[in-house]
């Protein structure tokens, strides 16, 4: 069994004499549990279903909150390491350079790195998705189409990422002037606004219409 930490640090405002309001409280945990189940799911099983529980016989999350200097959330997943994990193992010892050497730590790494852009995660290191039947028209199309449903769900992916940041920025501006974001010992990202539904949407919208024109051509 693998252990990872998620920290998140909220500062200024009220954060800085820990406090934090419950509704922003249950936005956070709602976000941090969407935001590493998404990982989690993806990594173990291949799919992240519509509902993101704390547990599934791949993994479970804990809630470790603590209020040390500034307003600090910890949660923490224990991932149960199968045959197919170690064998990823080899495959990410690659991004070793990013100095994440665990297989949920670099998917992480990579998912943060591409939304950061915008973008789903470009890299298939980390996809699970047996062959399924695709819908033929019959224009002669394969009827398995692995790469698409690879595709859809790094897209998914990121817009699960996208969802949780809502919810664990939603004390900015209110509470916290902003929040850092540690993986385990890595400093993942440091957010300064809160993102809104709105954001979201047009990012998933111009990000839809990309791939159409993509395909158009």
């Given at each position: 069994?693998?252990s990872?930490?998620l920290?998140?640090?909220?500062d ?9 309001p419950?509704s922003?409280?249950k936005?956070i945990?709602?976000?941090a549990q969407?935001?590493l ?11 992240i279903p ?9 993994f479970?999350?804990h809630?470790i909150?603590?209020r ?9 997943i224990?991932?149960?390491?199968d045959?197919?994990?170690r064998?990823?193992?080899?495959d ?6 990013t100095?994440?050497w665990?297989?949920?730590g670099?998917?992480v790494y990579?998912s ?6 915008r973008?789903p995660?470009?890299?298939q ?6 062959p399924?039947l ?8 394969p ?8 595709e859809?769900l790094?897209?998914?992916l990121f ?5 949780s940041m809502?919810?664990m920025t939603?004390?900015i501006?209110?509470?916290a002037?902003?929040v850092d974001?540690w993986f ?6 440091r957010?300064e ?13 111009e990000?839809?219409q990309?791939?159409l ?5």
């Amino acid at each position: 069994m693998a252990s990872h930490t998620l920290r998140l640090v909220y500062d200024g405002l009220d954060a800085s004499r820990h406090q934090m309001p419950t509704s922003s409280v249950k936005q956070i945990v709602a976000g941090a549990q969407e935001f590493l189940g998404a990982h989690a799911y993806f990594l173990t099983e291949g799919r992240i279903p519509t509902n993101i529980n704390d547990h599934s016989r791949h993994f479970r999350l804990h809630d470790i909150r603590q209020r040390d200097g500034s307003w600090e959330a910890h949660f923490l997943i224990d991932l149960f390491v199968d045959e197919y994990l170690r064998n990823l193992t080899k495959d990410a010892a690659r991004f070793a350079a990013t100095g994440t050497w665990t297989v949920l730590g670099t998917l992480v790494y990579m998912s943060i790195e591409a939304w950061r852009t915008r973008r789903p995660i470009a890299d298939q290191t980390f996809d699970r998705i047996e062959p399924t039947l695709s819908f033929s028209d019959g224009n002669r199309e394969p009827i398995i189409d692995v790469h698409r449903e690879r595709e859809h769900l790094r897209r998914l992916l990121f817009e699960r990422v996208d969802a949780s940041m809502s919810k664990m920025t939603a004390p900015i501006g209110r509470a916290a002037t902003h929040v850092d974001l540690w993986f385990d010992d890595r400093h993942l990202e440091r957010i300064e606004h809160r993102f809104l539904e709105r954001e979201i949407t047009e990012a998933v919208r111009e990000l839809r219409q990309a791939k159409l024109r993509g395909a158009a051509w």
